[in-house]
């Protein structure tokens, strides 16, 4: 009686089956992922902390706002002599002279009226709101890109279920062909067909599970923590039925965030216009102080101590009347910059239109194929369930029972394919509508 020997590759894939069964890994939903990407990916803190630069350029403090006060001191000593002559033939000669003094001071200033300080204030407040509209793409951008992983994931994870019934058929396959070998009623082709049959499918398997552990350690790194972080995905997937392509444009052109962008560089350039024009208005600032001054001079001089103290305070008033022409070029040139920023955001507008229009497209396309396959995969696994049966009772070949194994395994796969696909570019639809979130 022929003995048959277990294959190396079908010990490794039980022992790969086996281990996967009992690592029971947590479930990481699409919701998940996204909080822990907002919590650690390292391109959006990176962008959050710039927003909270642009905000510190913008404070009070820094922009003169406050008052400012310094304090000064100082002494200062001389040696040596003098000879004074007076118009009545008099004459004072002072040799070996020490003379030394210190002096003092607190002043304290503050600008009461600047037009040109509030408007550079004002836009530096706009350049708070520019980088927080940075921030929310970069956002934007990073969420999509970890859904994409996590789709892949979900993908990959539902290839693996495919394959490992499609093993487990060719298994049967090949028990069966070993006995009807064994008992006269097949013949040995049938049963070397079979093993590689499944060796084909364990080598498969093998690929689709290096493949998934790639796309988790994507994914991990996307999220911005640790590389070998176990989790499993939801592979479980729905689609917004109440989406339409005149909500989703007007919603794109009030939401999305390069037209924000455009429109906020637009407020920045008219803001430049303000702060052309305030820098011809005057400044008013204002100042007081507390002096000390002491000096001791050597004996015979003409005063022998002296010291002065007091307050002081003062109003002063500057107005740049003429710069020689450099603002009214200025302003020329940002009158220019401001019509230039709105021809960019007609066309903006435009081209985002199109691209609502053709996501769209592209979107009711993916849930034909989508439909298509669904239905594709329903006839090949009736004429799998059918063929399956004629080969049980030995109606069909073993090539023909293959053939339609195969069939439904491109199939399902093909439908999981799409089923991600559909999902992601429903998103990317959702983000240039302005509602990701």
């Known amino acids: 009686m022929p003995q048959f020997n277990s294959t190396p590759i079908a010990m490794l894939l039980f022992a790969t089956l086996l ?123 990073n969420v999509l890109q970890v859904i994409g992983h996590y789709y892949e994931v979900a993908r990959l994870t539902q290839n693996m279920q495919v394959l490992e019934q499609t093993i487990a058929l060719s ?27 499944i060796q084909r499918d364990s080598i498969n398997f093998i690929n689709s599970k290096n493949q998934l552990a790639n796309a988790k350690r994507n994914l991990n790194v996307a999220m911005g923590r640790a590389v070998d972080i176990a989790l499993e995905v939801d592979t479980l997937v729905g689609y917004d039925p109440t989406l339409s392509l005149d909500q989703l444009v007007s919603s794109a052109l009030e939401n999305n965030i390069s037209i924000r962008l455009t429109n906020q560089n637009l407020n920045i350039f008219t803001q430049d216009l303000e702060v052309i024009n305030a820098s011809n208005k005057p400044t008013l600032g204002a100042s007081a102080g507390y002096n000390f001054n002491f000096s001791d001079n050597a004996s015979g001089s003409f005063v022998d101590l002296s010291n002065s103290r007091g307050f002081s305070t003062g109003i002063n008033l500057n107005w740049n009347i003429y710069d020689g022409g450099r603002r009214k070029v200025q302003r020329e040139i940002n009158t220019i910059n401001v019509a230039n920023q709105r021809i960019l955001n007609q066309q903006l507008q435009d081209q985002i239109r199109r691209d609502v229009a053709n996501a769209w497209e592209t979107y009711q396309n993916a849930l034909f194929i989508l439909r298509a396959e669904q239905k594709n995969l329903a006839t090949n696994r009736l004429n799998f369930e059918r063929t399956e049966e004629q080969f049980k009772i030995g109606q069909v070949s073993s090539v023909e029972f293959r053939q339609a194994q195969l069939n439904l395994l491109n199939a399902a796969t093909s439908y999981n394919t799409a089923k991600y696909d559909a999902k992601v570019i429903e998103l990317q639809l959702l983000q240039l509508a302005g509602r990701l979130f």
Request: glycine share 8%; no cysteine; charged share 20%.
């Open 171 to 197: 298994e049967q396959r090949l028990l069966r062909a070993r006995y009807r070998y064994e008992y006269g009623q097949g013949i040995r082709l049938d049963v070397l067909n079979a093993e590689v049959d």
């Open 19 to 141: 281990a996967g069964g009992m690592q029971a890994q947590p479930l990481l939903t699409a919701d998940d992922a996204v909080k822990i990407t907002l919590e650690n990916n390292y391109n959006i803190k990176v962008a959050k902390n710039n927003t909270e630069i642009a905000m510190r350029n913008a404070s009070r403090e820094l922009n003169g706002y406050l008052p400012t006060i310094n304090a000064g001191t100082g002494a200062n000593a001389s040696l040596g002599g003098s000879t004074q002559q007076f118009s009545n033939g008099n004459e004072n000669v002072v040799t070996n002279a020490f003379n030394w003094g210190a002096n003092a001071s607190v002043t304290a200033n503050y600008t009461l009226l600047d037009k040109s300080r509030d408007a550079s204030a004002k836009r530096l407040q706009e350049l708070v709101r520019l980088t927080d509209l940075q921030t929310q793409q970069v956002v934007e951008t």
